[in-house]
């Protein structure tokens, strides 16, 4: 996401996750930037950090954290960027027991983006695998919650919402 | 950006951002902080890429 500065590029980074994120919670989203050292990793995360508990039978909760970076990159996109850096946007049980996790973490490996099967999942013997994906954006798996897993959206226009947001950050990320 | 603003998303301050990854980490690892911080620098974490661990992990650059 593009800024005349480091504080827009983050704030234009900012308000579409707020935005797709409102359609299952109006918790905040919360973010660390700290404009004297943004080449470092800053973080992203909703509801305090604390698991989201999610309108549904049965009860799902959604762990949303991401870090990204902010840059100075020339051309459309600049002359501030904010790139992300990893993501973790993980789905557990009634009990916050983990089903399902999308994670993408270049500090440790595997560094690829990759699938977590989680215990509470009931297969046990994929608990330890990372199954390779391409990259998640954050509406792909709050549309997977709504459609799939029958959560109910908090606002009656959440697919045009998250079409919207999704087609920013496909406009402006740097991979395919 | 402010705090509490009407876009919804709120800035931690730095002090803000370490309470966060002290509670999170004493939720999740029993343990504070700061601890955490030392421990994954000193790769003294076992298994990082635990559902709980990694909860925390993500939460790292709140400790400075």
């Known amino acids: 996401m593009a800024g005349k500065t480091p504080k827009q590029a983050v704030e234009t980074f900012l308000a579409p996750i707020r935005q797709a994120v409102s359609c299952i919670t109006s918790s905040f989203v919360i973010s660390g930037f700290d404009p004297n050292r943004r080449s470092k990793p800053h973080v992203l995360t909703v509801n305090n950090g604390d698991p989201v508990k999610l309108t549904s ?20 996109r600049g002359p501030w960027k904010v790139t992300t850096a990893g993501y973790n946007y993980s789905v557990q049980d009634r009990l916050e027991k983990e089903l399902f996790a999308y994670h993408w973490h ?15 999942s009931g297969v046990n013997f994929l ?18 919650l709504i459609e799939q897993f029958k959560v109910k959206p908090i606002r009656q226009d959440w697919k045009k919402t998250l079409r919207k947001t999704k087609a920013a950050y496909e406009t402006f990320r740097t991979w395919a | 950006m402010k705090r509490n603003s009407k876009n919804g998303f709120r800035v931690l301050s730095k002090d803000e951002g370490e309470k966060l990854l002290d509670r999170q980490a004493r939720r999740y690892l029993g343990m504070s902080g700061k601890t955490f911080v030392r421990k994954w620098k000193a790769k003294e974490i076992t298994n990082p890429d635990r559902p709980e661990v990694m909860r925390v992990a993500f ?6």
Do not use: C, N
């Not at chain 1, 009860?59 to 990159?73: A, D, G, K, P, S």
């Not at chain 1, 983006?113 to 509470?120: D, E, F, K, R, S």
């Not at chain 2, 939460?59 to 400075?64: A, K, Y």
């Open chain 1, 57 to 76: 039978t049965p009860t799902f909760y959604l762990t949303v954290q991401m870090q990204y970076r902010v840059v100075e990159v020339t051309g459309e």
């Open chain 1, 106 to 120: 270049r500090w440790i490996k595997p560094s690829y983006p990759h699938l977590h099967v989680g215990q509470a």
């Open chain 1, 127 to 144: 608990r330890k695998i990372h199954l390779p994906t391409g990259r998640i954006a954050i509406e792909d798996v709050l549309e997977l």
């Open chain 2, 59 to 64: 939460l790292l650059p709140f400790g400075g």
